[in-house]
T-cell receptor, first 111, second 115 residues
Framework: KNEVEQSPQNLTAQEGEFITINCSYSVGISALHWLQQHPGGGIVSLFMLSSGKKKHGRLIATINIQEKHSSLHITASHPRDSAVYICAVESRGGSARQLTFGSGTQLTVLP | ETGVTQSPTHLIKTRGQQVTLRCSSQSGHNTVSWYQQALGQGPQFIFQYYREEENGRGNFPPRFSGLQFPNYSSELNVNALELDDSALYLC??????????????FGPGTRLLVL
């Protein structure tokens, strides 16, 4: 069983729809990251959170530490939101901080 | 733009060869991490360097090695390449010492194909 599970693996939405991507993890973490990866490989960090909720523009990320679960929401989705969204949990082995990644959710927003 | 660059962008090697991938971090970023991302999968942590010392390693064999230099550049070296080493290799830098919760800034990656 993977330490970080994302769902769904693939998601197709119409422009304007509200989108939710889920992430569950099984290990103790110090923080959880949501990342966006566009075709070609470049990764952009969207959020880093360890509790509660963060909002940036149309993006909202929440985390429930007790339930080991996080969600990424996109309001009023747009075709330019099409990308792979990756959840990664941050744990510490000794002094090194390590990210363990989920396999990603491929989002396609149709015009 | 994250300010993190990687070279080369693409590379083709044959099995058994050696390869060096390079990463240039943002100025002032003391920590660099390297990740391997196979096609269709999430990235996997290879190792992390802080101020030129390795301070964490994932489940990768010793033929994966690295260096970090004082000018905020770093290298990933892979010896005795295997077909399964074909992947996108990403570096990410951050400001702190590796034990703080900080944003990591990713480079665009180097896509390696081993034939």
């Amino acid at each position: 069983k993977n330490e970080v599970e994302q769902s769904p693996q693939n998601l197709t939405a119409q422009e304007g729809e509200f989108i939710t991507i889920n992430c569950s993890y099984s290990v103790g973490i110090s923080a959880l990251h949501w990342l966006q990866q566009h075709p070609g490989g470049g990764i952009v960090s969207l959020f880093m959170l360890s509790s509660g909720k963060k909002k940036h523009g149309r993006l909202i990320a929440t985390i429930n530490i007790q339930e080991k679960h996080s969600s990424l929401h996109i309001t009023a989705s747009h075709p330019r939101d099409s990308a792979v969204y990756i959840c990664a949990v941050e744990s510490r082995g000794g002094s090194a901080r390590q990210l363990t990644f989920g396999s990603g959710t491929q989002l396609t927003v149709l015009p | 733009e994250t300010g993190v660059t990687q070279s080369p962008t693409h590379l083709i090697k044959t099995r058994g060869q050696q390869v060096t991938l390079r990463c240039s971090s943002q100025s002032g970023h003391n920590t660099v991490s390297w990740y391997q991302q196979a096609l269709g999968q999430g990235p996997q942590f290879i190792f992390q360097y802080y101020r030129e010392e390795e301070n964490g390693r994932g489940n990768f064999p010793p033929r994966f090695s690295g260096l970090q230099f004082p000018n905020y550049s770093s290298e990933l070296n892979v010896n005795a390449l295997e077909l399964d080493d074909s992947a996108l290799y990403l570096c990410a830098s951050s400001l702190g010492a590796g034990f703080l919760q900080e944003t990591q800034y990713f480079g665009p990656g180097t896509r390696l194909l081993v034939l």
